[in-house]
């Protein structure tokens, strides 16, 4: 299936749709627990699911951290190959994570536009014409 600005959202069914509500009701079903049957061991549960919580949301955040870091020095080396210069320092990470979509035909003149215009991540998107999909990203 091809990718473009409608679609191009992605979801991890184990993290999104298992772990993440998983947790949420593990820890609300503790609160419930502990507040209806308040000893030591319902606190340390609710604990423990507040950790477990915390853990799975914050692995989450390291692993998009890692991929937006090599995405970044993707697009660098991309910007260097098609114009010869670094990539504008003006340019924020949302904003260069939106125009790794961006054909390489396109690549330059959004590149230019985002920094003189200070186009928003979804503004970039949508002015997108070519899309190239990233089907690695999750």
């Known amino acids: 299936m091809s990718q473009h ?3 191009h959202k992605r979801f ?5 749709f298992f772990t993440i509500p998983l947790a949420i009701l593990g820890l609300g079903f503790a ?7 308040p000893t030591i061991i319902t606190g ?3 604990l423990a699911f507040f950790l477990i ?3 799975a949301v914050m692995a989450r955040m390291f692993a998009l951290k890692a991929q937006d870091r090599a995405a970044r020095a ?3 080396l991309r910007y260097y190959i098609l114009s010869g210069k670094a990539l504008p320092n003006e340019l924020r990470m949302r904003q260069i994570m939106a125009l790794r979509f961006a054909s390489d035909e396109e690549f330059l003149a959004l590149v230019d536009r985002a920094v003189a215009n200070k ?13 190239r999909g990233d089907y690695h990203r999750i």
Not at 31 to 37: E, V
Not at 119 to 131: G, T, V
């Open 31 to 37: 609160i419930y627990s502990c507040m209806a049957i």
């Open 5 to 7: 600005y409608g679609n």
């Open 119 to 131: 186009l928003s991540p979804d503004e970039l998107k949508q002015a997108i014409e070519h899309w």
């Open 53 to 55: 919580a915390i853990i």
């Open 74 to 76: 993707e697009e660098k």
């Open 44 to 46: 340390l549960i609710v």
């Open 12 to 16: 991890y069914p184990p993290f999104h």
